[in-house]
Nanobody, 116 residues
Framework: QVQLVESGGGLVQAGGSLRLSCAAS????????MGWYRQAPGKQRELVAH???????NYADSVKGRFTISGDIAKGTVYLQMNDLKPEDTAIYYC??????????WGQGTQVTVSS
């Protein structure tokens, strides 16, 4: 079974930065795409950043210019550099990966809290 494990979340002041990491383990795999989603209290899970292997990244409008996704998608490692964090960025951040046959994998999430 493929597992995705996120790390790097925490509590920061507004304007600060965090770098989230996600690493896959457990099986032989080759992902086609990976991304980051988040879910704030009382809201639906939303796309933050996504990148298909070999393609340009896309971002939610709310994070453009502040967040950057990077990593080796095929090998199952992905990062999210988050700069100029705002209180509205507070959420649980989830790593996502698309494997063979379009199957989706999800991590357990890491909490990001931005204080004002």
């Amino acid at each position: 079974q493929v597992q995705l494990v996120e790390s790097g979340g925490g509590l920061v002041q507004a304007g600060g930065s965090l770098r989230l990491s996600c690493a896959a383990s457990g099986s032989i795999f080759r992902f086609n795409a990976m991304g980051w989603y988040r879910q704030a209290p009382g809201k639906q899970r939303e796309l933050v950043a996504h990148r298909r292997n070999g393609d340009r990244a896309n971002y939610a409008d709310s994070v453009k210019g502040r967040f950057t996704i990077s990593g080796d998608i095929a090998k199952g490692t992905v990062y999210l550099q988050m700069n100029d964090l705002k209180p509205e960025d507070t959420a649980i951040y989830y790593c996502n990966a698309e494997g063979r046959f379009g199957y989706e994998y999800w991590g357990q999430g890491t909490q990001v809290t931005v204080s004002s």
